[in-house]
């Protein structure tokens, strides 16, 4: 008897991108007005048997933010799994590390006041980003200090005490695009959430532009009752290339109805909703999956290997959650950045921020063991990759994804220009 569903290999020439830019995450969701957000300080942490006073970094999260889908609640267990593992290998410096972790719960009055707090009542040396609320860039870029991290980092977050570890929104848009042309693809499709994501949608067409590539978008709500309508017009548009802004269950949502109307295009898109759920999927088996870090699911790249043993050992729970995604690999790697900067700062317990500053305009073509793409920051300037990650979707984890692909820094510039 032949089995009722059979898993899809996806045909060469055709490419759905699943990709959700974090600048829609955020536009296409309610806001919570966040009541009284929480503070984390460490607890529950391994301090390695290191004596002394510690080195206290800030951190900001919109980690229960309704807008986010959950997709950052497990930040903490992530920072906290950092902190024990940078402390039980030394710690930094021969110090042990802290990290006041603050969540503004979506509210935006949150986000400034939390931010006011780690600068000027905690003074730390520097904050590690997840994702951020804008209402407080115009503080944190005056206040001059390193904020690290934050990949998909967008518009007012642009500023040059931004270090980002991976693509921002502007490198995302581009391994979209150049994912979906390297595979065949003449014309890129994108449905893109509505009301909300204009912005989005203007920069998918300036991407397709610059790497001579068709396109056509069309607006979707996750609130409609079907998407047949949208299907049907990016199959008359002659789309093989089509990226659905919604999050993992939508973009299944969607493509099974487009798939229905007998365009099945193959699937790629971004790893961050990359849940385990999407893994196991059999339709999506093949998929290839872009991502600012590299793959740390079966590759043998120190720094993969490394944050794969922190979280088993330390976080198991939220490393094991069907809900976890490599999304959380940048709140890793944000961590990581600050340790290299630090050490190469030789930063302590009372050192300022200029003495991060410091430690992170030393490093040259730093990776993290393998995690990004060589990074050099210059004083003065947002430093923005070229580069992203490509990994494909193989029984239920990802494979591949252990060397940067780089685009022409000169599309890259033209893009964020237009």
Not at 254 to 276: D, R, Y
Not at 396 to 416: H, M, N
């Amino acid at each position: 008897m032949q089995p009722r569903h059979r898993p899809r290999r996806f045909a060469p020439k055709l490419t759905l991108l699943l990709a959700l830019l974090m600048l829609a995450v955020t536009a296409c969701g309610p806001s919570s007005d966040g009541g009284d957000a929480g503070s984390r300080s460490g607890s529950g942490t391994s301090d390695g048997g290191l004596k002394g006073d510690p080195i206290v970094v800030g951190a900001l999260c919109s980690c229960t933010a309704a807008f986010t889908g959950g997709a950052f609640s497990l930040v903490p267990e992530v920072i906290d799994a950092w902190v024990s593992h940078t402390n039980d290998n030394g710690g930094i410096n021969g110090h042990p590390v802290r990290v006041t972790l603050l969540d503004d719960a979506g509210n935006p009055a949150k986000t400034l006041q939390n931010a006011k707090k780690l600068v000027e009542q905690d003074k730390v040396p520097a904050i590690l980003m997840a994702t951020v609320m804008p209402s407080a860039a115009d503080y944190l870029k005056a206040a001059d200090i390193p904020l690290i991290g934050f990949d998909f980092a967008f518009g007012p977050y642009s500023f040059p005490n931004l270090f980002t570890t991976g693509a921002d929104q502007w490198t995302a848009a581009v391994a979209s695009v150049d994912i979906a042309k390297r595979l065949g693809a003449k014309k890129y499709g994108y449905m893109f959430c509505d009301p909300g994501c204009d912005q989005p949608d203007a920069l998918a067409k300036a991407t397709t532009e610059q790497l001579g590539v068709g396109y056509f978008s069309t607006p979707i709500s996750l609130s409609q009752p079907d998407y047949i309508a949208q299907c049907l017009a990016a199959k008359e548009a002659g789309v093989d290339g089509l990226q659905i802004g919604s999050n993992g269950a939508g973009v299944s949502k969607v493509a099974g109805q487009c798939a229905s109307q007998g365009f099945e295009p193959p699937l790629i898109g971004g790893a961050f909703i990359a849940t385990q759920t999407v893994l196991n999927d059999f339709s999506l088996q093949g998929a290839k999956l872009w991502s600012s870090l590299a793959n740390y699911q079966g590759t043998s790249l120190p720094g993969a290997k490394a944050f794969t043993e922190a979280m088993t050992t330390y976080a198991k729970d939220a490393f094991t959650n069907p809900e976890f995604t490599p999304q959380y690999e940048t709140t890793w790697a944000a961590g990581e950045m600050f340790k290299a900067a630090a050490e190469a700062g030789g930063v302590g317990p009372t050192s300022k921020p200029a003495d991060v500053f410091n430690g992170l305009y030393s490093l040259k073509d730093e990776t993290l063991g393998g995690l990004t793409a060589p990074t050099t920051y210059e004083k003065g300037t947002f430093w923005r990759t070229p580069c992203y990650f490509e990994s494909t979707i193989d029984s239920g984890k990802l494979t591949g994804g252990d060397k940067p692909i780089c685009v022409p820094q000169s599309v890259l510039d033209a893009i964020t220009k237009s």
